[in-house]
């Protein structure tokens, strides 16, 4: 396990030089944990018979549209790629061994690494299954006061207890630990400090940075912003005219002045007392979807999941959106819709939902989608004033208390426990908990 000392690069950008970050907490001590190659370190953990060969974790290998879900090193040497076909894996690797996804296994796991957090902090805030964000601040005085100390005894834990390696890294923000958690993989800790961050962060590519997708980066790169660095000390007037406010929110934490808390909490909340302004979840499908049906299990699977969320956070949505990742050349893009009145009714949001992705996509097998995600925006509180209109309030009375029974029923027997009908007609979903395990996480420095 190996701790990050630094690359050497210039401490200005552009013959400007910029001092600690304003408005900052660098006391905080703040961890993300990143569990290597989750799925695969899993299945060799499991199955001792793995270990040590290129293994993939996908879907539907009969098929030509499975995709890799997660590698093992072996495979990564031979060149294979997380979301690539099967096909074409197995054609880089011959010896490749291929297994399918088990999630409730992986599930299974990451309660355990959770557990072992939590002995160390109560603020443990899940990114996904496989990544975890701890706030050491008011906890480390019981722990001997030293982060990296922490962090190397947690990575040490879990490698003994569980059989996988984690990667972690240590810094005063969320988005620094985050950076340094993905800087050296695999196993290994990483610190972003205030007398590091400009040799270790502001080098690296601007599309490391969170939150910097695709088409964030297209926009930074044709602004001549290649680095995270440039992007510190980027004009604000010239982000907001290329990004609007989310430029200015990635300025601020380029430049290390990210303050959102680590939340314990479902994530229904924005955190520190901010209102969250979308809910939204979204899935990786373990194979390329080129059917209607498929596709329409996956909206409404999501959509329940969305719908759920907004029934428990007592809000209502009056914007509906659809994000497609394409299979092709994994462009991502979407599309949305605002509803003459707000609502969390399930059934409402996933045909909405359902008819954006159906307008937007022939569905024909040309063009095969990677991954989707459904969010709900524009957001009331489920106890803001409507207007009647008697034959709508009746049937939706009707329709709320269905959703209210089968949310009674999810809490008590779990989310598997009430499926429709429309979800099952992807068996590759079944096991999916997308409620819990692929949760879009509002941050409540956007809106």
């Given amino acids: 396990m190996t701790a990050v000392e630094g690359r050497g690069v210039p401490e200005t950008f552009g013959g400007r030089a910029i001092g600690s970050p304003e408005g900052a907490d660098m006391h905080r001590a703040i961890l993300h944990s990143d569990m290597n190659a989750f799925y695969a370190s899993v299945e060799q953990a499991e199955r001792p018979e793995l270990r040590g060969v290129p293994l993939v974790v996908g879907g539907r290998e009969e098929t030509r549209h499975g995709i890799v879900l997660a590698k093992s090193a072996r495979a990564k040497e031979a060149g294979v790629k997380t979301g690539e076909a099967l096909w074409e894996a197995r054609a880089k690797c011959p010896g490749l061994v291929t297994v399918p996804p088990r999630y409730d296994v992986y599930r299974r796991y990451s309660e355990l690494a959770r557990r072992i957090y939590c002995q160390y902090t109560d603020l443990v805030e899940p990114f996904g299954l496989d990544e975890c964000w701890l706030d050491l601040t008011g906890s480390l005085p019981l722990s001997g006061g030293d982060a990296l100390r922490v962090a190397t005894e947690i990575s040490g834990r879990v490698k003994a207890e569980l059989g996988c390696t984690v990667s972690i890294g240590v810094s005063w923000n969320k988005v620094f630990a985050k950076f340094g958690s993905d800087l050296r993989k695999p196993d290994a800790v990483t610190a972003i400090t205030p007398e590091n961050y400009r040799r270790l962060v502001w080098d690296a590519p601007v599309g490391d940075l969170l939150y910097v997708g695709p088409a964030t980066r297209a926009k930074l790169h044709s602004s001549g912003i290649d680095r995270i660095g440039e992007l510190a000390c980027a004009s604000p007037e010239l982000l907001r005219r290329r990004l609007g406010k989310v430029g200015l929110v990635l300025r601020a934490f380029a430049r ?89 009714a399930t059934g409402l949001i996933a045909r909405t939902a359902w008819g954006l992705l159906a307008a937007s996509e022939p569905l024909d097998g040309s063009h095969p989608l990677r991954g989707l995600h459904v969010r709900a925006s524009n957001l009331e509180p489920s106890d803001a004033p409507q207007q009647l209109d008697l034959g709508f309030d009746a049937r939706q009375r009707a329709l709320d208390g269905l959703d209210e029974a089968i949310d009674g029923l999810r809490r008590r027997f779990g989310n598997a426990c009430v499926r429709r009908g429309v979800e099952l007609l992807d068996e590759s979903l079944i096991d999916v908990d997308v409620k819990r395990d692929n949760t879009v996480h509002p941050v409540g420095w956007f809106g």
């Fill in 256 to 344: 290390g002045e990210d303050s959102t808390p680590v939340s314990p909490s479902d994530a229904v909340r924005g955190g520190g007392g901010r209102p969250i302004k979308s809910i939204g979840n979204g899935l990786t499908c373990p194979h390329d979807i080129d059917r209607p049906e498929d596709a329409k299990a996956l909206v409404y699977l999501l959509a329940e999941s969305v719908a759920q969320r907004l029934r428990e956070a007592r809000l209502r949505a009056f914007t509906v959106a659809v994000g497609v990742r394409d299979a092709r050349d994994l462009a991502s893009y979407g599309r949305q819709t605002t509803l003459p009145r707000a609502t969390s």
